[in-house]
């Protein structure tokens, strides 16, 4: 599933990075730091890419606070990284039903 991630280029790889490298400990930290890079890269985003990026920011906190206590394990960060190609998933179907 972090392949899911990878595929989405550039901010794959940065959302990777900033999960796999955050100093967060609970789920609301580490949610904003990725909400915080999608923000950041959005402004330069293609216009295909924006939708689905907007509905991923949108699910990001919900998704981590319902599954993880704490999110400062290695484990649990792989866990999160995986767990992101689902919330692609249905950014992606919700996105190409706003169309």
Request: proline share 3%; net charge neutral.
């Amino acid at each position: 599933m972090t392949i899911q991630l990878l595929s989405l280029g550039v901010i794959g790889v940065r959302l990777l990075d900033c999960i796999l490298n955050s100093k967060a400990i609970y789920p609301d930290e580490l949610a904003d730091q990725i909400v915080n890079e999608i923000n950041h890269y959005l402004v330069s985003a293609p216009m295909r890419e924006k939708p689905l990026l907007f509905h991923l920011a949108c699910e990001v906190h919900e998704a981590l606070s319902d599954r993880f206590g704490r999110v400062d394990s290695l484990q649990v960060k792989r866990d999160i990284s995986n767990m992101m190609g689902l919330l692609i998933y249905r950014a992606r179907v919700t996105a190409n039903q706003g169309r």
